[in-house]
T-cell receptor, first 113, second 109 residues
Framework: DTAVSQTPKYLVTQMGNDKSIKCEQN?????MYWYKQDSKKFLKIMFS???????INETVPNRFSPKSPDKAHLNLHINSLELGDSAVYFC????????????FGSGTRLTVV | GQNIDQPTEMTATEGAIVQINCTYQ??????LFWYQQHAGEAPTFLSY????GLEEKGRFSSFLSRSKGYSYLLLKELQMKDSASYLC??????????FGAGTRLAVHP
């Protein structure tokens, strides 16, 4: 049983398209995150939700919109994709935002052409 | 500002010991993580230090000095499978992790 699962694993799409990445965790955690890892391997937080409420919103273009329909899911929708959006996107979860134990998903490699 | 610095690359020999250093400057510091990441995979947890001192876990140890904004990861009895990137990350408010760029470690026979 995968603890934090993301779909799709790979996504190749054209500039200007709109795409979504889905994330689900079966750990019963309250807090979920999206991180972006660029070509230089920097992992940077984008968003965090705790019990469906947004608690971290870093300086991310508003083309990126997270949605948390329930505390087990945190999806990422990206509008008008740009070349610079090409990266690996990691979803993660933790028991709550006081618990230091993170579990990362296996990542979604997004390539914008 | 927030800044995490670690060396870009290191090489070491199988069976040896290697120390990967990390310096950090972050507001609201709440602990220091080390993660291992193999190419194309997710980061996996290695260690977490919140108090000053050394934490030992098998072949891996991690040290923290909060007053100096400094940490290191020590890997002993290196194995080929230890070739990976090692990510230093400071824990901030709301459990946000601020990562360094990672240190790519190559272990040679």
């Amino acid at each position: 049983d995968t603890a934090v699962s993301q779909t799709p694993k790979y996504l190749v799409t054209q500039m200007g398209n709109d795409k979504s990445i889905k994330c689900e965790q079966n750990l019963g955690h309250d807090t979920m995150y999206w991180y972006k890892q660029d070509s230089k391997k920097f992992l940077k937080i984008m968003f965090s939700y705790n019990n469906k409420e947004l608690i971290i919103n870093e300086t991310v273009p508003n083309r990126f919109s997270p949605k948390s329909p329930d505390k087990a899911h945190l999806n990422l929708h990206i509008n008008s994709l740009e070349l610079g959006d090409s990266a690996v996107y990691f979803c993660a979860s933790s028991q709550d935002f006081d618990s230091y134990g993170y579990t990362f998903g296996s990542g979604t490699r997004l390539t914008v052409v | 500002g927030q800044n995490i610095d670690q060396p870009t690359e290191m090489t070491a020999t199988e069976g040896a010991i290697v120390q990967i250093n990390c310096t950090y400057q972050t507001s609201g510091f709440n602990g220091l993580f080390w993660y291992q990441q193999h190419a194309g995979e997710a980061p996996t947890f290695l260690s977490y230090n919140v108090l000053d001192g050394l934490e030992e876990k098998g072949r891996f140890s991690s040290f923290l000095s909060r007053s100096k904004g400094y940490s290191y990861l020590l890997l002993k009895e290196l194995q080929m499978k230890d070739s990976a990137s090692y990510l230093c990350a400071a824990r901030g408010g709301y459990n946000k992790l601020i990562f360094g760029a990672g240190t790519r470690l190559a272990v040679h026979p």
